[in-house]
């Protein structure tokens, strides 16, 4: 039977009817309903230790962009890439050489080398006890898997919004006097260097109730007040704020902001608290010493990885912070955009700060995103979508 799904698949292909061994019509509408699912259906030769392929449906090439008669004879593993999960693969493996059937989400790439996200069931086919087919079945669920993880968050940051409206209220509060008696100070003084450090401390006190107001903005679900910004300057400005709330252990190194970065949708103040949740997250890493580097440049996005990373082609800002610390596996590494999620110990984190950073450049419609490995540091990377110029409209 598997050598007649093979050759009506192949008379198929070639658009004439489909017609099995004395013409049944059991065989045929078998073969018409293969043919017209709307999942990847494949089969793969069990008997033989490679498992080739010797069937793909239509659905499959749709999918993949590969034809039957470029994969027969060929291992599914084609479609695995660069970050396939090994472990994924490997827990497969595992349960076909036990004869069961086995399910899996794994990140595999088309014939044009974009990425999807692909369901897989993989049922073995026995014939006396003996495995001799291995039925596949693919779903692309690369939408589907977006959506979840968006609703995932959505429920997270809809608590992290009820929290943070009351902490920001009861920070507010606390600026206020901070606010009042500098002001008051500064016109009791004439003194350069107080005056200087009055300055600071003025300056830092209103930035931390603007991003009061952003988070109280936040958790009433109010948009932020977006507006096109020359980034270079601000990142520069950015930066220059911050330098003076890290140890002076800790060595901030700056590359790629001698020259025009763009123009981006964004608020100047939430760039602040951006970098600012980073650079101290990074500082804290390092216990305080070790170095920070900063890079920022153009980048051009081009369509497949943008429909992979959800945002929309072309021109980016991106920013990456790095730092030197321990940095993190796997499992902080899933779960470390989450609300409420810390590594820190008790009372020195709250696991607040990369949700809102994460929750900041979607709001931008940009993309953020973390590597790392057990002692090779941390590196954030942020992307800014470039937007024409006031000047050029």
């Given at each position: ?19 099995w ?5 059991c ?7 293969i ?8 089969i ?26 470029e994969?027969?004879?060929h291992?599914?593993d ?14 497969v ?22 990425p ?9 086919l026995s ?5 001799v ?8 669920i ?5 959506r979840?993880?968006?609703?995932q ?16 209220h ?26 200087r450090?009055l300055?600071r ?30 980034l270079?300057?601000?990142?520069v ?22 020259r ?8 100047t ?5 951006v970098?600012?949740?980073?650079l101290n ?26 429909a ?9 800002c991106?920013v ?5 610390g ?5 499992t ?20 607040l ?5 994460y ?7 940009g ?9 090779q ?10 937007v024409?110029s006031?000047?050029?409209?």
């Amino acid at each position: 039977m598997l050598q007649d799904l093979i050759e009506a698949r192949k008379v198929h292909s070639d658009g004439d009817a489909v017609r099995w061994g004395d013409g049944g019509v059991c065989n045929e509408l078998f073969a018409a309903a293969i043919e017209s699912c709307p999942v990847g259906i494949t089969i793969s030769d069990a008997t033989r230790p490679s498992t080739p392929l010797i069937y793909v449906n239509s659905a499959f090439s749709g999918i993949t962009g590969y034809y039957l008669q470029e994969v027969v004879g060929h291992n599914l593993d084609f479609l695995n890439g660069p970050d396939t999960d090994s472990a994924a693969i490997r827990r497969v493996a595992a349960a076909l050489r036990m004869n069961e059937p086995v399910d899996a989400e794994i990140l595999q790439y088309r014939k044009d080398g974009a990425p999807f996200w692909c369901e897989v069931r993989m049922t073995p086919l026995s014939q006396d006890g003996q495995a001799v087919a291995l039925i596949g079945v693919h779903n692309d669920i690369t939408d589907k898997r977006q959506r979840r993880i968006e609703d995932q968050r959505r429920h997270k940051l809809q608590a992290l919004g009820q929290l943070a409206g009351g902490v920001a209220h009861e920070i507010n509060n606390l600026l206020q006097p901070i606010v009042t008696y500098t002001d008051l100070m500064l016109g009791a003084t004439q003194d350069p260097d107080t005056l200087r450090r009055l300055h600071r401390v003025m300056t830092s006190a209103e930035k931390a109730r603007d991003i009061v107001r952003g988070i109280l903005r936040f958790s009433r679900g109010e948009a932020a007040c977006l507006s096109v910004t020359a980034l270079q300057p601000a990142l520069v400005e950015a930066l220059e704020f911050i330098r003076g709330l890290l140890p002076i252990s800790v060595a901030v190194v700056v590359t790629g902001l001698n020259r025009d970065l763009g123009h981006g949708r964004i608020s100047t103040v939430e760039l602040t608290q951006v970098l600012t949740n980073l650079l101290n997250n990074a500082a804290q890493a390092m216990a305080g010493r070790g170095t920070v580097t900063v890079e920022a440049g153009l980048d051009r996005i081009e369509p497949a990885a943008a429909a992979v990373l959800g945002i929309a082609p072309g021109m980016v800002c991106r920013v990456s912070v790095a730092d030197t610390g321990p940095g993190m596996d796997e499992t902080v590494l899933a779960h470390v955009f989450d609300p409420f999620f810390t590594t820190k110990p008790v009372g020195l984190g709250t696991g607040l700060g990369l949700s809102v950073v994460y929750g900041i450049i979607q709001d931008w419609h940009g993309t953020i995103s973390v590597t790392s490995a057990p002692g090779q540091g941390a590196r954030f990377t942020f992307s800014i979508p470039c937007v024409d110029s006031p000047e050029g409209r």
